[in-house]
């Protein structure tokens, strides 16, 4: 077993602790109380999770769900915090992060497997260096393979759904189960999945040389740095695009480009962003994120919708 307990966690009745820590004998993964979700973010805010977990391997996790479980623990799947803004009070319950599920490896001819820790960016390499198309769309998308299931990550045209053909999933008590891309409803950025975890994906894609393949990500990459505020820790996308508009656009339009509060900024490059220019707290991007929301609204009529995933209490 390798628990490493790192704090007192405030949240967490001590009682609690101690049954979990001993129902967890058999987990060889990492455990830490009072973890902060900020180093686990590319925003780089957010408070402290109760429990965060690093299972090991799908055994750990199918020992870990019907725990965590019994002892009534809201769960959250982490990915790579890409899509995310935690509050500053942090998050109730465990956070599971996949990290250690990192497995791929191609399946037959034009079939990818890849499990949720692998990054979506690596994979795309991979699909590459294996001659296969279709996920150059993927290596800018600073995922992994879980968060870009579930978030139906994609950029115009192209979008993780055409190029999935199945997932297996764990449910929270630690059943597997198989879906294919035609069980789970993807619409824009939003899959509909059961009550589970995904433990991996298969994709197919279509043989191409690998020349081809590599000049058309390098385009995609290169379109990415001139248009994005690469630079400093951000979350991606903070509004969805609403139908026949750009969300970046409507922002820059309000003349809310390069406004901040406190250490969070609007990016002046590109609208869409928020910029966290060090101390940033989430309470600083939550409410640029209601002026925008307010601004547009009030100029456009147009209700800009969320696309980054906002969770957490605002308080410990
Ligand atoms: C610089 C930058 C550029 C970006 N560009 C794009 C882009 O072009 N297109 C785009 O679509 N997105 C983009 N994003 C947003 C983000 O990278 C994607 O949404 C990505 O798919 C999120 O993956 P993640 O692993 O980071 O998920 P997280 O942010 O960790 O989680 C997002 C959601 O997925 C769920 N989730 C994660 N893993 C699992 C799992 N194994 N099982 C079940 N649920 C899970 C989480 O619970 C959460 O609800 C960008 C972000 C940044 C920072």
Not at 40 to 59: M, N, Q
Not at 166 to 186: E, W
Not at 230 to 251: E, M, R, T
Request: proline share 5%.
């Amino acid at each position: 077993m390798a628990l490493m307990e790192m704090d007192v966690n405030k949240q967490t009745p001590d009682f609690l602790k101690k049954k979990l820590v001993l129902d967890l004998k058999g987990f060889s993964g990492e455990l830490y109380w009072h973890e902060p979700m900020s180093k686990h973010t590319t925003l780089k805010v957010g408070g402290p999770a109760d429990l965060l977990l690093f299972p090991k391997s799908e055994a750990d996790l199918a020992l870990l769900m019907p725990i965590l479980t019994k002892h009534a623990l809201p769960i959250f799947v982490l990915g790579n915090g890409s899509n995310l803004l935690v509050r500053d009070g942090g998050i109730t319950g465990a956070v599971i992060h996949l990290r250690y599920l990192n497995q791929m490896k191609q399946v037959g001819a034009n079939h990818l497997f890849a499990e949720s820790g692998v990054s979506y960016p690596k994979l795309a390499l991979f699909a590459k260096d294996h001659g296969l198309s279709g996920l150059e769309f993927a290596s800018g998308i600073p995922g992994s393979v879980g968060g870009a299931v579930a978030m139906n990550a994609g950029i115009p045209n192209y979008e993780t759904a055409q190029v999935l053909i199945s997932v297996r999933l764990m449910d929270f008590l630690g059943n597997k189960g198989n879906y294919s891309v035609q069980d789970l409803a993807f619409s824009y950025r939003k899959t509909t999945l059961p009550q589970a975890l995904i433990l991996s994906a298969t994709f197919i894609l279509r043989s191409n040389p690998k020349r081809l393949i590599e000049a058309k990500m390098k385009h995609l990459l290169k379109r990415r740095q001139v248009t994005q505020p690469l630079q400093k820790p951000n979350c991606g996308s903070v509004f969805k695009n609403p139908p026949g508009q750009h969300a970046g656009a409507l922002i820059e339009a309000v003349g809310l480009k390069g406004f901040s509060i406190g250490d969070a900024q609007i990016s002046e490059r590109h609208g869409n962003f928020i910029l966290n220019h060090g101390r940033a707290t989430a309470s600083d991007c939550l409410a640029l994120i209601t002026k925008i929301q307010e601004d547009v609204t009030q100029q456009t009529g147009i209700t800009l919708a969320l696309e980054v995933k906002v969770i957490g209490r605002d308080t410990p």
